[in-house]
């Protein structure tokens, strides 16, 4: 009879009661921080909230010794301190000192709940007493009194409403990730099945020229000029085929190849990939040229061929009559080897 081996238990290692902190920690420690990774991963900035420092106690202060100057200019009342609540309420001068308290008690109670609701409405009130006691400074100079103006504060009481300003935070908002580009279709050689899906390619550029191209898969059926199409999610979005130059023998390595590309996909270099794959297909199947020709106002296809070092022939002029006039016309080769 075998009998499992026994270990003692020491103290530590007996049961006790899990503190909430410590379940918290443990279940946060489970979680992997996949979305923090992937975002410093990615190269997304994550915008940090930007808080506006608060007015502090000596903010505070400079607001109580501005409350205790505007109560000396509103008690003319001879032997009546600031601080004499009693005589001042007995005189007749409490609704006034009410008043005059109020912005600055607002705000000193948002400094010490620092809420910055009432801090903002403190300075709002500060700037109103402000403008009021301008008013009574430029009453008391159209009557003459420039001390009585002086004296008057309202500088104090802008001062005060500019250190109780304090701007909305910006609200914090969630990054967003760039947009992954889609990937690049799928380049390769067109079969029989792709006839429907090329010759619609050709009707939807070609719809309104009267000339007549030759089938882009009768050139790829001897074997050596090839036709390449793009495939995205199962669609054929893009073609490219060559054909023989001239039924002349001493033109046999020189290719002519036509370009197709479906309107949603332009503009997301389709037409050089598939151009790069034609030069490297062109090239093993033993051609020694390509050329083409591209109407004189198409400057994108001029500028792609320059990007893959086409060399340009020269210029036809009024060389291809669409739509009832005549276009000139830019021939463009390439040797491949």
């Known amino acids: 009879m075998s009998q499992e081996p026994q270990h003692p238990q020491s103290e530590s290692a007996s049961p006790r009661k899990q503190s909430w902190q410590e379940a918290e920690a443990a279940m946060l420690s489970l979680v992997p921080p996949v979305a923090l990774e992937d975002e410093t991963a990615s190269g997304a900035t994550v915008p940090q909230a930007v808080s506006p420092s608060p007015p502090g106690w000596g903010t505070a202060v400079g607001i109580a010794l501005i409350a205790l100057y505007q109560l000396r200019r509103v008690m003319p009342l001879e032997n009546v301190t600031p601080w004499d609540f009693q005589a001042l309420f007995s005189k007749g001068f409490g609704t006034v000192a009410v008043l005059v308290l109020f912005p600055s008690l607002l705000s000193l109670w948002g400094i010490a709940r620092d809420e910055l609701k009432r801090q903002t409405q403190g300075s709002a009130l500060l700037l109103l007493q402000a403008v009021c006691w301008a008013l009574m400074a430029g009453v008391a100079l159209f009557k003459g009194e420039f001390v009585t103006a002086l004296l008057m504060p309202w500088h104090l009481t802008l001062v005060g409403a500019f250190m109780m300003y304090t701007p ?45 191209f030759e089938k882009p898969l009768e050139g790829g059926q001897d ?77 994108h296809n001029l500028k792609l061929f320059e990007r893959l070092r086409f060399t340009t022939v020269g210029t036809h002029e009024k060389h291809a009559r669409v739509d009832g006039a005549w276009h000139d016309v830019v021939v463009v080769e390439k040797f491949l080897r």
């Open 168 to 212: 909305d935070p910006p609200p914090l908002e969630a990054p967003v990730p760039p947009r992954a580009k889609p990937p690049p279709p799928t380049v390769r050689p067109a079969t029989p099945e792709d006839r429907e899906a090329i010759e619609g390619l050709q009707d939807a550029a070609l719809a309104r020229r009267p000339t007549e």
């Open 223 to 299: 074997g050596r000029h090839p036709v390449l199409v793009a495939e995205e999610d199962g669609r054929v979005v893009a073609c490219v085929s060559t054909h023989a130059y001239s039924s002349r023998e001493c033109y046999a390595g020189i290719a002519d190849f036509s370009l197709f590309v479906a309107r949603e996909v332009r503009g997301r270099g389709v037409d050089e990939l598939l151009l790069q794959a034609l030069l490297r297909e062109a090239e093993a199947q033993g051609l020694h040229k390509l050329t083409t020709s591209v109407f004189a106002d198409h400057t």
